[in-house]
């Protein structure tokens, strides 16, 4: 369990790097909304990580299925992106997969 708490720590780590490495060469080539709806997505990223990561920690022998309550944190992105002017909804889904970028960058550059 400790090597499985010391990914997850890893894992949150590396996506929060990228998210805000990605999110300031936004801010300097599109501008201040594009780079804030982006890192808003990156927090519904991290959010929806973590909630995962809970869910699985929780399976066990009792257990059949992981939790479902983090399919409503892209759906409730896509409905506030849509309902919110300021909040554009390509960046803000860009940046909700940003999680997937540190997970390749923790599977190849693991020890």
Known sequence: M???A???RRLLLATLMVSVVVSLLT???FGGATAS???LGACCGLLYLRLLARSVARVGPDSRSVGRFQVLVPALLVVVSARIP???ILPALAGFVLYKPALLLQAFLAP
Request: net charge negative.
């Open 2 to 4: 400790d090597d499985y």
């Open 6 to 8: 010391r990914l997850q």
């Open 27 to 29: 801010l300097l080539f």
């Open 86 to 88: 300021a909040i554009e």
């Open 37 to 39: 709806s982006l890192l």
